[in-house]
């Protein structure tokens, strides 16, 4: 069952990279174009994962106002990671980390937009609406 349910997901997730991937690029490519998002990319050697999509804003308090504008509208639009000098571990256990601006910008940035293969097209356009709202009202 862990391999055929394995294989599942992964002929589930193959077809999500061709879809709501590409659907979400050209549908934020406005966006993309007047700077006011910051699109993921894909080095062309390389294919989308299929389970993530990922936007970053310019800064920090765009980024906060965007995911409070999503979740009031029920869409969750989390972080993705958090940068492993900041944990709790790093800062009891290893020696003082010098500055990485770059790593804390991305972090304080980047949005994750839901994408999965159940996500029906109204949910995907609703999701789309709803982003391009954030930087409208």
Request: glycine share 6%; with cysteine.
């Amino acid at each position: 069952e862990y391999i055929t349910g394995g294989m599942r997901w992964i002929v589930e997730n193959e077809m999500l990279d061709g879809s709501n991937f590409s659907v979400l690029k050209e549908e934020f490519s406005d966006l993309f174009e007047k700077g006011l998002l910051i699109p993921q990319t894909v080095p062309p050697e390389c294919r989308p994962n299929g389970h993530l999509f990922v936007i970053r804003t310019t800064d920090k308090e765009g980024c906060d106002s965007l995911r409070k504008h999503l979740a009031d509208q029920g869409i969750p639009a989390p972080f993705h990671f958090a940068p492993l000098h900041t944990s709790r571990y790093a800062k009891d256990h290893l020696p003082p980390q010098r500055d990485l601006p770059v790593t804390e910008r991305v972090w304080h940035t980047l949005l994750r937009l839901p994408v999965h293969t159940h996500l029906s097209d109204d949910d995907q356009s609703r999701i789309i609406d709803a982003v391009h709202r954030g930087f409208h009202e």
